[in-house]
């Protein structure tokens, strides 16, 4: 059973992880945001519209790898930890954390007086329960590998628990702000949530109109500070253009999109557009176990074959930067650290004569319509340079929906993929790349090398030890090339009567929870 109300705690005590447990996106910050033109005042209530492109596909916290249902989620559910603006670790429904002096243990001090959307109390239990849960693998939640250190989860009490390390882990506070790791009521169950989410957020789940649009309405019940909104309500438009036009005749409020054209039109009269860079990569996803991918020289080809600066031009107008695989600020690859940082069709052809392929491969590829609006651009530039080398990209489009369970599955050659980027890169490749990872299946792509240079990574607590360990992981996934690494873009975020809404470089739209509608 469920404790009810607790005593009050202590301050916010010292977060004794250094080097990644927090971390300040320098150069990537998200602006503050601005009110619209004639800077009117912001009003109380309301009902706010953010239009998006496709329909949430997953309710459930744990297995959400949509953006469109992650950025529902967000608002519905609470984590341990939580990011601030700057993407700094900060407390969430943990308000304080302490680790050991060996570095095995971490206490967490969990925040009085929280209940779920269904008024039950939240405790110790649901951490327990949720932790537990997201480690089982038969729950296939696609972030259990944030857990891998973690050997034991204790409650000592209602207002505590108490994770046992193998070894230290200096990427767990950042990793634990992700809402695949949101803490689940104990007495719920997968099938309730996935229809009626129940929360501890500052939103509520109040309804759904399948194709239509999804609606949340303020938690009055919240922890922290109330949103000003009465409600936000996620309507579904297929594309960008259409709702910018929704924007345009005041159907729409606010908006994230991905097309910088698109972005251009939207700036008019009383729309405002916010440019934040994002973590987020746009990669050229190659499966390492399947046909002619297995050689790694058919990898190496693949990628000597390709401009990325061309992809980026042609797909996104130039915003955005050719990227290596990690973005992460304080981690951040270097794009010329590869086989071949400029196209070279000479190379890529020595490369399949290598391979014995010097006739030339096919590769089947999965496209995702309508998750954003770049991808088929993207694609369809990628299997016009390929073709020169002899390297047939065809391609498969599908809808949002489809396109995640085909990915999630591992059930594709190649999948022209946008990734969420993560401050920490553990967080954001070790589910991937080890060989325990939860999402290996994805990439295909493991080795002992790269599950000992994880492992050092979340144990380092020195931010420059760390540095070279992922400086070795960016330069292994390189020269194996598992994945093409192509670009990091902008998210421009359009608003028409709004303020107070903060855009984010990992591109969460947490703080719905901030925003006003303006008088």
Sequence with gaps: MKAGT???????ATIALAAGAALTLAGCSAPSSTAPSGDAA???????????????????????????????LQNVYGT???????????????????????????TFDLRDGVTFEDGSAFDSADVVYSLNAIKDEATAAVSRATLTSVANIEAPDADTVVLTLTAPDAALPSNLATINMAILSSDDTAEALASAPNGTGPFSFDSRIPNQSLTLTRNDAYWGEAASLDSVEFRIIPDE????????????????????????????????????????????????????????????????AIDRQQVLDTAALGEGEVTGPITSPAFRSDPAARPCPE??????????????????????????????ATSVAEAQNLAAQLAEANITLNLEVLESGAYVDRWVAGDFDAAVALNGGRPDPDGAYSRYFTSTGNLNKVAAYSSPELDALFAEGRAAS??????????????????????????????????????????????????????SLTA
Excluded at 6 to 12: C, P
Excluded at 42 to 69: I, K, M, S
Excluded at 249 to 273: H, Y
């Design 462 to 515: 020195d931010q420059g030890e760390r540095e070279d360990i992922y400086g070795q992981i960016s330069e292994d996934l390189e020269n194996n090339a598992p994945w093409i690494w192509l670009f990091t873009g902008f998210n421009y975020t359009a608003m028409n009567g709004v303020t107070g809404f903060v855009p984010l470089a990992n591109g969460s739209l947490q703080y719905l929870r901030t925003a």
């Design 241 to 304: 253009t259409s709702i910018v036009s929704a924007m345009q005749s005041g159907n729409v409020q606010l908006a994230v999109l991905s097309d910088p054209l698109v972005a251009q039109t939207a700036e008019t009269g009383t729309t405002t557009v916010e440019r934040t860079p994002q973590l987020s990569y746009h990669a050229l996803q190659l499966n390492a176990s399947r046909g002619d991918l297995a050689d790694v020289n058919v990898r190496l080809a693949v990628q000597c």
């Design 6 to 12: 607790r005593a009050q705690r202590a301050t916010i």
């Design 343 to 372: 196209r070279d069709l000479d190379k890529a052809a020595q490369y399949l004569d290598d391979a014995g392929k010097s006739g030339g491969v096919t590769i089947d590829a999965i496209v995702n319509q309508s998750g954003y």
């Design 42 to 72: 912001a009003v109380a209530g309301g009902n706010l519209v953010v239009g998006v492109t496709a329909e949430p596909d997953n309710l459930y916290p744990w297995t959400a790898t949509q953006f469109q249902a992650v950025n529902v």
């Design 80 to 106: 341990l930890t939580e990011y601030d603006q700057d993407l700094n670790v900060v407390p969430g429904l943990a308000e304080s954390w302490e680790v050991s002096e060996d570095g095995l243990t971490l």
